[in-house]
């Protein structure tokens, strides 16, 4: 299991009715890839992020197949349109089961 | 102790991966747009810029590390853009591939070659 795993995101507080809105993420996580080998030689095991979601207000903004191509600490940065006053909930899940959750609040006018 | 290097992806694994996405479709190269350094320092984090105005969702390849997947988007309907910037993993110099696929069903693509100075994937 991974330690640490702290998810960071930055959102605008507030917004116009219609506007666009950057989102940037990130969660700190090694993303083992499972390809590493310690150093008797043996294979470390896959341990990633494996899927990545962000809805506002229920809708779905983006969902993210996440293989260990990734980098350690997955980063995405991308987009929203917001209409309304409302709540982003952003999700991450985990090889292990895991799963981290983070919301942040736009006050639309 | 020993440390193998990972083994690299084939033009087979490569092909197929395209082919789990669009189905054999044909792929354009208009209305896609892939960024990437032309050379990244450090191919542990070499920074992807992917937009395909209008696409349900892209799909990101690495056709020289061991495992051509990458990530895949799928925008929903409160997506801004059809557009992302993720942070990859690349062995060494090689192909990254982006293919959309839009809501008639058609595919576009985008490549662009990256030599990558540190290798990532490696122990």
């Not at chain 1, 917004?15 to 080998?37: F, K, Y």
């Not at chain 2, 809501?103 to 100075?117: C, H, I, M, N």
Request: charged content about 20%.
């Amino acid at each position: 299991m991974a330690d640490n795993v702290t998810p960071r995101v930055r959102v605008p507080r507030e917004a116009s009715a219609g506007d666009v809105v950057s989102i940037r993420t990130l969660i700190s996580h090694p993303m083992e890839s499972g390809q590493r080998r310690d150093g008797d030689g043996n294979v470390i095991p896959r341990s990633i992020i494996n899927r990545f979601t962000c809805d506002f207000n229920g809708e779905n903004v983006i969902d993210v197949t996440i293989e260990p191509a990734v980098s350690t600490n997955p980063y995405f940065q991308f987009s929203a349109v917001v209409n309304e006053t409302g709540t982003f909930n952003f999700t991450w899940y985990d090889d292990d089961g895991s799963v981290y959750e983070e919301t942040a609040d736009i006050t639309v006018a | 102790a020993i440390t193998l290097l990972p083994s690299v992806a084939t033009a087979q694994d490569v092909d197929a991966a395209i082919n789990a996405f669009t189905g054999g479709a044909d792929t354009s190269p208009d209305g896609i747009t892939l960024i990437a350094p032309e050379i990244a320092e450090n191919g542990n984090t070499v920074p992807i810029e992917v937009d395909a105005p209008g696409a349900e969702a892209i799909i990101l390849l690495a056709a020289g590390n061991p495992s051509p997947d990458v990530a895949t988007f799928n925008f929903g309907p409160a997506a801004g853009a059809q557009a992302a910037s993720t942070r990859i993993r690349l062995a060494g110099e090689q192909d990254v591939i982006a293919i959309a696929r839009m809501p008639d069903g058609t595919f576009l693509r985008a490549q662009q070659e990256v030599k990558v100075t540190i290798g990532g994937c490696g122990g």
